[in-house]
């Protein structure tokens, strides 16, 4: 059974800085991609950043680029998102996602099977 678990959400201010982690475990296969995803209040889910667990291959949406990073902690199959020079914007949930196979990573919600329950992230003075 495919289980993704975030943490490390939380009030901070602009311009401070966050780091989620998606603890991952239950995939099948030693080649598997995962994303972090964000969905503000009203909005689309939106996906900001994802890794390749075999090529390393990342992306980031341009909303995030240079602010974002993502790193995957093999030993303990855990992936993270760093964020610094929050903006008010960024508030939402923000989940991870997990997919079987591949070499690449997308940012679409619908190339996801797995999904996480999501950890709240609020920017605000």
């Known amino acids: 059974q495919v289980q993704l678990v975030e943490s490390g959400g939380g009030l901070v201010q602009p311009g401070g800085s966050l780091t989620l982690s998606c603890a991952v475990s239950?995939?099948?296969?030693?080649?598997?991609?995962i994303g972090w995803f964000r969905q503000a209040p009203g909005k689309d889910r939106e996906g900001l950043s994802c890794i390749n667990s075999f090529t390393s291959i990342s992306n980031y949406a341009d909303s995030v680029k240079g602010r974002f990073t993502i790193s995957r902690d093999i030993a303990k199959n855990t992936v993270h998102l760093r964020m610094t020079s929050l903006k008010p914007e960024d508030t939402g949930v923000y989940f991870c996602a997990a997919v079987n196979g591949g070499r690449l990573c997308f940012l679409r919600k619908n190339s996801y099977d797995f999904w996480g329950q999501g950890t709240q992230v609020a920017v605000s003075s």
């Open positions: 239950g995939l099948i296969s030693d080649f598997y991609a």
